[in-house]
T-cell receptor, first 113, second 115 residues
Framework: AQSVTQPDIHITVSEGASLELRCNYS??????LFWYVQSPGQGLQLLLK??????LVQGIKGFEAEFKRSQSSFNLRKPSVHWSDAAEYFC???????????FGTGTLLAVQP | DTGVSQDPRHKITKRGQNVTFRCDPI?????LYWYRQTLGQGPEFLTY????????KSRLLSDRFSAERPKGSFSTLEIQRTEQGDSAMYLC?????????????FGPGTRLTVL
């Protein structure tokens, strides 16, 4: 069965520092992968997605992610974090014919001034 | 395009009461999903509609839960005889599948608290 693992429950970075959030997936075929961000008490906002093609995907708010099939990973990166990036980040993979999303448990990002 | 909307945003109820949530998808999106998110967890799939047909239900969706999407537009999720374990954020998402993409857009969610 498809699954997503986000190994880091909580990460703290300093404003202006670089960021990498890890995501590993389990899927038999070519996966459709997503990163969403959730601010407290809010719904999920799409940051970026990978369906096929170029393995380096650009998203909104300066985020990017790289699909590495050999490592079953889809890590999210940002070169310089802003205080407004503090939120919870979810990686997801499409599972099944209905395209339902299977989410990881999320990584909570805190940004220090 | 006003995005996915959900109503109410918050609901507090007593155990044993029935509650109903509404989701209005992005217009012309033919696919609609319900998810449940508990504290500290990622969203978990509950059910899926393609137009008005309910095509998949998770085993998380007990017989106290029912969802509808009449006429393939808005959807409702009803929970009967609520239990404290039903306390969660209920998220709705919609999408339109074409040849190359099928991206789900989420609403703000309905937070349910069962006392």
């Amino acid at each position: 069965a498809q699954s997503v693992t986000q190994p880091d429950i909580h990460i703290t970075v300093s404003e202006g520092a670089s960021l990498e959030l890890r995501c590993n997936y389990s899927y038999g075929a070519t996966p459709y992968l997503f990163w969403y961000v959730q601010s407290p008490g809010q719904g999920l906002q799409l940051l970026l997605k990978y369906f096929s093609g170029d393995t380096l995907v650009q998203g909104i708010k300066g985020f990017e992610a790289e699909f590495k099939r050999s490592q079953s990973s889809f890590n999210l990166r940002k070169p310089s974090v802003h205080w407004s990036d503090a939120a919870e980040y979810f990686c997801a993979v499409v599972g099944g014919a209905t395209n339902k999303l299977i989410f990881g448990t999320g990584t909570l990002l805190a940004v220090q001034p | 395009d006003t995005g996915v909307s959900q109503d109410p945003r918050h609901k507090i109820t007593k155990r044993g009461q029935n509650v109903t949530f509404r989701c209005d998808p992005i217009s012309e999106h033919n696919r609609l999903y319900w998810y449940r998110q508990t504290l500290g967890q990622g969203p978990e799939f509950l059910t899926y509609f393609q137009n008005e047909a309910q095509l998949e239900k998770s085993r998380l969706l007990s017989d106290r839960f029912s969802a509808e999407r009449p006429k393939g537009s808005f959807s409702t999720l009803e929970i009967q005889r609520t239990e404290q374990g039903d306390s969660a954020m209920y998220l709705c998402a919609s999408s339109f599948r074409d040849l190359t993409t099928d991206t789900q857009y989420f609403g703000p969610g309905t937070r349910l608290t069962v006392l």
